[in-house]
């Protein structure tokens, strides 16, 4: 395959969608010149944690820290409170340990998820799961606000890189301004695309073919699939009434 037919696809929050995601994987067909990015959160809220973990782990592609992944190693840490493991057990905690036949989680799989970047740099594209803290310097930030920041980040007035598109995940677009369930959120040099797979009001797990600019989605409750042009997919977001919720 030529470099012009390459694809750099990226998935949002897949959250233990596994049969989901191999409906999307599948509409998506990826190539062996094709690279495929996880914007993190596989796990928690869905059914089927592990299976997505232990499939991920194994594929040939890329993967980033979420904060439920960072919450789940928070957890592991024998010196977490009672109430970090709580947070993290009602949020999808729970049904993460059921995925795992004996409620316990591999090790290959924690020192797997322990090795996750928080963010990386494509040239032309910059990945993270939640986004940055444009008041910051990049140097100056860390798991908290690449896997954390929300409306610091959506309420920018003006991108924070120049040359990049940063395409995120981590918050879910219909709870941005004018953004209905399945549509993606776009705003001044970034792209959210966490359609809210687990969300009973959505169902939708996206991916974007970001050289085509082609989106491919699956409602992962009635598997229903559609591709569609990320123009047509995509929702402008004014900063102003993101402040304006702040």
Same mark, same amino acid.
């Given at each position: 395959?030529?470099? /012009?037919?390459?694809?750099?696809?990226?998935?949002?929050?897949?959250? @233990?969608?596994?049969?989901?995601?191999?409906?999307?994987?599948? /509409?998506? /067909?990826?190539?062996?010149?094709?690279?495929? %990015?996880?914007?993190?959160?596989?796990?928690?809220?869905?059914?089927?944690?592990?299976?997505?973990?232990?499939?991920?782990?194994?594929?040939?592609?890329?993967?980033?820290? @979420?904060?439920?992944?960072?919450?789940?190693?928070?957890?592991?840490?024998?010196?977490?409170?009672?109430?970090?493991?709580? /947070?993290?057990?009602?949020?999808?905690?729970?049904?993460?340990?059921?995925?795992?036949?004996?409620?316990?989680?591999?090790?290959?799989?924690?020192?797997?998820?322990?090795?996750?970047?928080?963010?990386?740099?494509?040239?032309?594209?910059?990945?993270?799961?939640?986004?940055?803290? +444009?008041?910051?310097?990049?140097?100056?930030?860390? $798991?908290?606000?690449?896997?954390? $920041?929300?409306?610091?980040?959506?309420?920018?007035?003006? +991108?924070?890189?120049?040359? *990049?598109?940063?395409?995120?995940?981590?918050?879910?677009?219909?709870?941005? +301004? @004018?953004?209905?369930?399945?549509?993606?959120?776009?705003?001044?040099?970034?792209?959210?695309?966490?359609?809210?797979?687990?969300?009973?009001?959505? @169902?939708?797990?996206?991916? $974007?073919?970001?050289?085509?600019?082609?989106?491919?989605?699956?409602?992962? %409750?009635? *598997?229903?699939?559609?591709?569609?042009?990320?123009?047509?997919?995509?929702?402008?977001?004014?900063?102003?009434?993101?402040?304006?919720?702040?």
């Amino acid at each position: 395959m030529s470099a /012009a037919h390459q694809r750099r696809i990226i998935i949002g929050d897949v959250h @233990g969608h596994y049969d989901g995601l191999m409906i999307l994987l599948e /509409a998506i /067909a990826p190539g062996a010149a094709d690279e495929v %990015y996880f914007l993190g959160d596989l796990i928690d809220r869905g059914p089927q944690s592990a299976q997505v973990v232990d499939f991920v782990k194994q594929s040939p592609y890329y993967c980033l820290l @979420g904060n439920h992944e960072q919450m789940l190693l928070d957890v592991l840490n024998k010196r977490a409170s009672n109430q970090i493991r709580q /947070a993290w057990l009602y949020s999808g905690g729970y049904e993460t340990l059921s995925s795992y036949k004996t409620a316990t989680i591999p090790r290959d799989h924690i020192e797997w998820l322990q090795t996750l970047p928080t963010h990386l740099d494509l040239g032309d594209i910059w990945l993270a799961h939640a986004g940055l803290d +444009p008041r910051l310097p990049l140097e100056q930030q860390s $798991v908290e606000q690449f896997c954390w $920041v929300r409306q610091e980040f959506h309420s920018m007035k003006q +991108p924070f890189f120049e040359d *990049k598109l940063i395409i995120v995940g981590h918050t879910i677009t219909f709870t941005l +301004p @004018g953004v209905r369930p399945g549509e993606l959120a776009q705003g001044q040099g970034w792209l959210d695309i966490d359609t809210g797979a687990y969300h009973p009001r959505s @169902g939708w797990l996206t991916a $974007v073919d970001i050289n085509n600019q082609i989106v491919y989605q699956v409602d992962v %409750y009635d *598997k229903l699939v559609r591709t569609l042009p990320l123009s047509e997919a995509a929702i402008r977001i004014n900063p102003a009434q993101v402040l304006a919720r702040l």
